[in-house]
């Protein structure tokens, strides 16, 4: 069981005008976290479309999830 994870993104690491904050990977696939893993650079910069509860004092947004990546194929969400 350890490892299975290794070689595929579990999180992102995002800024916006408040701060920075990571987001779960949230609605991404199997497949599409090891595409975003292996073609990181490819993904660096794009639009991100995320889910939260609430935000901190700070503005900062709490349990954050993903829901897209805009610009990568739709494949790679898991079905709503």
């Known amino acids: 069981k350890y490892g299975e994870q290794k070689g595929m993104v579990g999180a992102f690491v995002v800024e916006d005008e408040m701060g920075r904050f990571e987001v ?6 199997h497949q599409g976290r090891v595409w975003v893993w292996n073609n990181s650079q490819e993904v660096l910069n794009k639009p991100l479309v995320v889910a939260y509860n609430s935000k901190t004092s700070n503005g900062i947004p709490r349990h954050a999830v993903a829901l897209s990546i805009i610009g990568i194929p739709d494949n790679f969400l898991r079905p709503q």
């Open 24 to 29: 779960g990977a949230g609605a991404i696939n």
